[in-house]
């Protein structure tokens, strides 16, 4: 009937149920190979873990994930602690992991090899190193104030070399938040930019212990660091990251302080030893120039300075009568040279055609002056004989025979009796006008 079948989710509900309440399920070890694993930053993290034979599904919450101290990796061979369950949705079971180591390898070393590689391949441990000042003036220290480190890094100082600052950064050296403390007091000593050396340490432990040494802000913190650092962390044995990037590492806190500054007795001693090497090479080198001012002094160039300029004086007036003589020779050749091409030029002057061209042109000046002289008279001739014409057929001319002409008042010439208008006319003599009133007009009766 209808109501004996199961819905899906009904079927899967009870699976479920089954599995969350088994008592070995609730709480399952496993171990396994990481497979289908892709880092989701800051997020659930989802993979699976197989062996020859079977796979299985496994997630991982943020939670639990931010917990771990190294980075999953595809291959990696792990041991998981989880629980159980089946996600309905799909209907699969998978396992829910709530921690993680690696198999054979504890977490911490297997963080401590991935940073490590990780710093290596960026070159962070092959930089230039910076070097420790010879003589500092003020120390800093990064480490716990209630630790043995700074009591045996005052005493050190102290003995040997007490005119060196010693000023404490203090910090947490164990624990999740000590890293981020021992980041704040580096960054705050080279803030402060009046320190010549930094040493940053803490004493021995277990690898827990030590582990905020081994964080990664740490490492790039020292890195980052102006002022050189010294690393002294742990034991001998103990090699952290922070002595792998530190400029100096030293195996205790104590090596630490005789790094930083020298013994002060073996300074004065070294100082005196060196002042009297000074004075005794100084001594060496003025007796040395005494012997080589007296050699200098009985040489012939002190003795008998003539000589050595009388080889000279004779080789230059060897290379003076050898100049003259050459010179003689270059000039009598030229001069030769000179004379055939004088006569050459000769040959070829242009003088005779010059004289012969000058002579035609003046010859051609005469005729052309000649020609201007005739031709200006003949001009001439004939405009005196214009203007003689001209003047014969000049009303001037008739008038000084004593002829002339009249017009009226409006200056129009009068030819005729019929032409006169006015009362007035005016009659034109050669010499003058005269001004005449029309009384009457006799006009010519014709026959």
Do not use: C
Not at 94 to 111: S, T
Request: overall charge positive; cysteine-free.
């Amino acid at each position: 009937m209808a109501n004996d079948y199961l819905t899906v989710s009904a079927l899967t509900k009870y699976i479920k149920r089954k599995f969350d309440v088994d008592p070995y399920l609730t709480k399952v070890y496993l171990t396994g190979e990481i497979s289908n694993f892709r880092l989701r930053p800051n997020a659930h993290q989802y993979f699976s873990l197989k062996d020859d034979n079977a796979k299985i599904s496994a997630i991982m919450f943020k939670s639990a994930f931010n917990r771990i101290k190294f980075t999953p990796e595809e291959g990696m061979k792990v041991l998981v602690v989880g629980h159980i369950s089946v996600y309905e949705p799909s209907g699969s079971y998978q396992i829910y992991v709530e921690q993680m180591e690696p198999d054979g390898v504890g977490q911490l070393y297997q963080a401590y090899e991935q940073l490590k590689k990780k710093l290596s391949e960026e070159g962070l441990f092959n930089l230039p190193k910076k070097p420790l000042k010879q003589f500092p003036k003020r120390i800093a220290v990064v480490t716990s104030p209630s630790g043995a480190v700074i009591r045996d890094i005052i005493t050190t100082v102290r003995r040997r070399y007490p005119i060196a600052q010693i000023v404490l950064f203090p910090a947490l050296v164990q624990g999740t938040e000590a890293s981020a403390d021992i980041v704040r007091q580096i960054e705050q000593v080279n803030q402060n930019g009046s320190f010549d050396t930094l040493i940053v340490g803490r004493g021995g432990g277990s690898i827990e212990d030590l582990w905020p040494f081994n964080e990664e802000n740490v490492a790039r913190a020292i890195v980052a660091s102006k002022i050189p650092v010294i690393s002294s962390v742990g034991h001998e044995t103990d090699t952290t990251i922070a002595d792998l990037v530190a400029d100096v590492r030293a195996a205790t806190p104590t090596a630490a302080a005789e790094l930083a500054v020298p013994r002060l007795d073996q300074v004065l001693v070294d100082l005196k030893t060196t002042q009297n090497r000074i004075i005794n090479a100084a001594y060496q080198v003025i007796q040395e120039d005494k012997l080589r001012l007296k050699r200098l002094q009985q040489s012939t160039v002190f003795t008998s300075p003539q000589r050595i300029y009388e080889t000279f004086s004779q080789r230059l007036d060897l290379l003076t009568q050898r100049l003259y003589n050459q010179s003689d020779k270059i000039t009598g050749k030229r001069k030769e040279r000179f004379n055939d091409l004088k006569m050459r030029l000769r040959l070829v002057a242009p003088t005779y055609t010059i004289k012969e061209q000058q002579q035609k042109l003046t010859t051609l000046q005469g005729r052309l002056d000649r020609a201007t002289v005739q031709n200006l008279k003949s001009v001439k001739q004939h405009y005196q004989m214009l203007v003689g014409s001209l003047d014969h057929l000049s009303p001037l001319k008739i008038l000084s025979r004593g002829y002339t002409y009249t017009t009226d008042e409006q200056g129009k010439f009068v030819k005729r009796v019929a032409d006169i208008e006015s009362k007035t006319i005016d009659v034109h003599f050669s010499d003058g006008t005269v001004n005449a009133s029309v009384n009457k007009i006799n006009p010519k009766k014709e026959k």
